[in-house]
């Protein structure tokens, strides 16, 4: 089995930074992709940023040139950067791993951006 355990949200005011951080353990052979996703109350979850074991990176629009995605693969661990936060980033977000056709997923983090 594996787990997979989100930190570092928080409350952040428009324009600030938050880096968020995920770790994976348990039965893990090879993490193939690894992203965050969020969601708000009453909305679709939807792809933040991924990031595959050979370091091919993918941005949702929203956040291009915003957010940095990286991952430490001895670590297991997978990290989100996020700067010139906006209130429309208010959401859970959640961490993603992917084993060949299996996803596992975390509880989730949840960020608020306020002023």
């Known amino acids: 089995q594996v787990q997979v355990v989100e930190s570092g949200g928080g409350v952040v005011q428009p324009g600030g930074s938050l880096r968020l951080s995920c770790a994976a353990s348990?039965?893990?052979?090879?993490?193939?992709?690894m992203g965050w996703y969020r969601q708000a109350p009453g909305k679709q979850r939807d792809l933040v940023a991924s990031i595959t074991n050979d370091g091919i990176i993918n941005y949702a629009d929203s956040v291009k040139g915003r957010f940095t995605i990286s991952r430490d693969n001895a670590k297991n661990s997978v990290y989100l950067h996020m700067n010139s936060l906006k209130p429309e980033d208010t959401a859970v977000y959640h961490c993603?791993?992917?084993?060949?056709?299996?996803?596992?997923w975390g509880k989730g983090t949840l960020v608020t951006v306020s002023s």
């Open positions: 993603s791993c992917r084993m060949g056709a299996a996803n596992f």
């Open positions: 348990g039965t893990i052979f090879s993490i193939n992709t």
